[in-house]
């Protein structure tokens, strides 16, 4: 008894920052559980700053449908409505319950807070989840990250003048109302488009894909799965897009291809004399099939990035082990200009 008193003790004189700080690392549902630890630990999980809804809150079960729903929708508002302290990050993956209303009013209340920094929103429905417009009047976000979901702006949007990160993953969106979005995000630094063919290429106004970085150029990190084009091909459109934004430090991109190779695509070199790339640091590739075209545009990125330290090409898996050994026997024997002769240089195989 003695040496579980002192062990009771050891946890209640645990500062209170100490406290939140090993809540932030648990589940919602086994942060609620400290309650009956001590008095000291009985409310601290209401001033969590980091708030992460799953299914597993309530440990949905796929023979009750209705009862989970039920259940889940309760202990999110439960957990929404006895929360005292300001939240900083919240995170919405509900992916096995279908409950897009009560969605939108777990949104709005969320809107309310003034102090909310960080948004992750997956979830599983049928057609993509509408936002509501209670989520554009967050004007304190700096990071949003979305899946599976669409939304139109406000007819009265002013922008998140705060949002530094946006993540957008088989998002559905207008390639204008986009451009208008990015538009008003003036300190937008990271961006990643991902499953792009999801997303309207053209618009009735004209508004193409590359037109999108024109007003980014303090873009640093960019993630690209596909290259949203109609009259360009990709690795041109792709190129284009990079140069609209000098600051880059990151480059990812995704390689798509109709399963053969087309050699009048292949890049001349000198209608991207101008090309400048002077921030970029690393530089990464999936999906690569050792096309020509490509293989002028990775030798095209590292001849103008002299503060590149990393590049990283992942093949596709089409890509046999011989044709792996000829592209690197081609590289060896034929090396290529490199703005920086420390780059890493990694080709590997997808795992």
Same mark, same amino acid.
């Given at each position: ?79 929404? %409505? =006895?929360?005292?302290? #300001?939240?900083? *990050?919240?995170?919405?993956? @509900?992916?096995?319950?279908? &409950? /897009? ?79 208008? %979005? =990015?538009?008003?995000? #003036?300190?937008? *630094?990271?961006?990643?488009? @991902?499953?792009?063919?999801? &997303? /309207? ?151």
């Amino acid at each position: 008894m003695k040496g579980e008193s002192q062990s009771l003790d050891r946890i209640s004189a645990l500062p209170q920052g100490m406290i939140e700080t090993i809540l932030s690392h648990m589940p919602i549902r086994d942060a609620l559980r400290t309650s009956i630890l001590s008095k000291k630990w009985r409310y601290c999980w209401t001033r969590m700053p980091k708030l992460v809804f799953n299914d597993e809150l309530v440990g949905v079960s796929s023979d009750m449908e209705e009862i989970n729903e039920y259940k889940l929708v309760k202990a999110i508002f439960h957990v929404l %409505l =006895l929360h005292r302290g #300001p939240i900083s *990050e919240i995170c919405l993956r @509900i992916v096995e319950t279908q &409950i /897009d209303n009560e969605i939108d009013q777990i949104i709005l209340h969320l809107s309310w807070s003034k102090s909310i920094k960080k948004f992750i929103f997956e979830c599983a429905t049928y057609d993509y989840y509408k936002l509501p417009l209670s989520f554009f009047s967050m004007q304190g976000l700096e990071c949003i990250d979305l899946m599976n979901c669409k939304f139109e702006l406000p007819l009265m949007f002013d922008g998140f003048p705060m949002l530094k990160t946006l993540y957008l993953e088989d998002v559905m969106i207008p390639m204008n109302m986009l451009q208008q %979005l =990015l538009t008003n995000c #003036p300190l937008l *630094e990271e961006l990643s488009l @991902i499953e792009t063919g999801k &997303i /309207d290429v053209i618009t009735g106004n004209g508004c193409a894909f590359v037109d999108l970085f024109k007003c980014l150029p303090s873009i640093r990190y960019l993630s690209i799965s596909k290259c949203y084009t109609k009259k360009q091909d990709e690795l041109s459109s792709a190129l284009c897009v990079i140069n609209s934004s000098p600051n880059l430090e990151n480059i990812s991109l995704k390689m798509f291809s109709n399963g053969k190779e087309n050699s009048d695509n292949l890049l001349d070199l000198q209608d991207y004399s101008g090309l400048n790339l002077d921030h970029l640091k690393q530089l990464e590739i999936t999906s690569f099939h050792n096309y020509a075209p490509e293989m002028e545009f990775v030798k095209l990125i590292m001849a103008k990035s002299p503060l590149l330290k990393k590049a990283r090409i992942e093949l596709s898996g089409c890509v046999s082990v011989d044709q792996e050994n000829k592209m690197l026997r081609d590289l060896l024997l034929l090396p290529f200009p490199r703005a920086s002769p420390s780059a890493n240089f990694i080709i590997q195989r997808p795992i």
